[in-house]
């Protein structure tokens, strides 16, 4: 027996060259030709599914993919990668580099995937896989997907013995579900590809049961956690990029449902602000998080809109909030929109909050047609510089210039400078190469409740 699974390795380490590029009947062939030099159709039907690690990456492979998936009892996500220029590496450099590539990649991905969360399945040496079983983490894996794989140019970067950048990037299909989610995240992906975008997520008539509770039923969902109180603030440290330490937490929305989902604003912002309920959701998270803030001595920021601060009632309830709890550990980060009309407005409100002790932020800094006369005259403490800006350092020099223009801005009138959706260390260290004052994201610390930073 021993000796026909030995044959069996080295065909498969003789056939592997077959993998790069290779797609499912280029499998099935080199299955075929096991078959047939081997001679015992059992042995090599049997060796093929119980061996799952693909040798090259040493991650679960293909079959071990499709069983993970045949055993799934609720709703998944699915991402699968496809490593572009795979080919053009493998013509100019050869079958090894373009295997430490494959395996430089595996790693970098590796680094971003929680083993409790999601699993990391090398389908071929072209294509990855993510599966992530809880719906929890649907929403950090696809920021993950758009923020650390696609705009971290480290990920996309391998550096050979001799010196040289060897730039291989991916595109990606993603699918949730049960039932056909290989066959729908592939779907996605060779649309993806089509259309020359970094990736898709599939979509039918008839969208996966999580989809579709979202899209159709996110009003109710929403009312009814808004009449129930499920609104919850979850909170994520702001560090000093000085010394690494926490300089404060900004308090985030979120919708804690009976069954424990965690429900992002991405999927009830909207709703909220369609049907007029805005400034009541708005007081029930703010009052949660003054709850929050009187049992703790950290420094805690809250976001506002414009919308909010031009509201009376909501002027009155902020003030009388500060009335009660004070504001000397309180900033209040105002969205910096086109939708700002009247700047005598957001100056009238900050003048209110300063008496309190309260520091102001604006933040998405960058994202829009700032009028910087205007910012000027008010009394700000910070800028949180706009993530998408943040998330494209690494790739793009004309984000970097435009980054480093707004952080020599803030210096040059005493603001101090955050800088968010930083997810690497490689981020961690540009966004301080270029000074900014403080960090803000996913490699420092994702969005949790209360107790898991000890604020309770």
Not at 7 to 19: D, F, I, M, N, S
């Amino acid at each position: 027996m021993l000796n026909y699974l030995d044959k069996v390795q080295e065909c498969l380490r003789e056939l592997e060259g077959l993998y790069v590029g290779g797609d499912e009947e280029q499998k099935a062939i080199i299955a075929l030709s096991l078959e047939n030099i081997i001679g015992q159709k059992e042995l090599s039907h049997n060796f093929l599914n119980t061996n799952k690690i693909e040798k090259t990456t040493n991650l679960p492979n293909r079959e071990a993919l499709m069983e993970d998936i045949s055993h799934l009892k609720n709703e998944a996500m699915l991402i699968i990668l496809h490593m572009n220029q795979i080919e053009a590496v493998k013509q100019l450099y050869g079958f090894e580099i373009t295997k430490k590539v494959i395996v430089d990649k595996s790693e970098k991905l590796e680094h971003l995937i929680k083993e409790t969360e999601a699993t990391l399945y090398s389908i071929n040496l072209q294509k990855f896989a993510i599966l992530v079983k809880e719906r929890m983490f649907f929403d950090k894996y696809l920021s993950i997907l758009q923020f650390s794989i696609f705009n971290n140019m480290d990920c996309c970067k391998y550096c050979t013995d001799d010196g040289e950048d060897i730039i291989t990037d991916f595109t990606a299909g993603v699918a949730y579900g049960i039932e056909h989610l290989h066959h729908t995240a592939n779907v996605a992906l060779q649309e993806a590809t089509i259309s020359k975008e970094n990736y898709k997520i599939y979509d039918t008539v008839s969208e996966c049961a999580i989809t579709k509770k979202m899209t159709l039923n996110k009003h109710k969902v929403y009312k009814d956690a808004l009449h129930e109180g499920y609104v919850v603030p979850y909170f994520q440290p702001i560090i000093d990029a000085r010394d690494d330490s926490v300089m404060k937490y900004e308090a985030l929305a979120r919708l804690l449902l009976p069954d424990g989902t965690i429900v992002a604003p991405y999927h009830f912002l909207n709703v909220a602000l369609e049907d007029k309920t805005f400034e009541f959701f708005t007081r029930q998270m703010m009052q949660k998080v003054f709850n929050i803030y009187d049992k703790t001595s950290a420094q805690i920021s809250m976001n506002l809109t414009y919308e909010n601060i031009k509201s009376k009632t909501m002027l009155e309830y902020i003030k009388n909030r500060l009335e009660k709890y004070g504001g000397e550990r309180i900033t209040f980060e105002i969205v910096e929109t086109e939708e700002i009309e009247d700047y005598e407005v957001v100056e009238n409100f900050i003048l209110m909050i300063k008496e309190y002790g309260c520091k102001i932020s604006i933040d998405d800094f960058g994202s829009g047609y700032s009028n910087f006369t205007n910012l000027v005259k008010l009394n700000i403490d910070f800028i949180k510089i706009d993530g998408l800006l943040i998330t494209k350092l690494l790739s793009d020099e004309k984000a970097r210039l435009i980054v480093q223009g707004l952080i020599h801005f803030a210096k040059n009138i005493n603001i101090k400078t955050i800088a968010e959706f930083v997810s690497s260390k490689e981020l961690s260290e540009c966004v301080k190469e270029l000074g900014v004052d403080y960090i803000q994201g996913y490699y420092y610390g994702e969005p949790k409740d209360a107790t898991f930073y000890n604020l309770l």
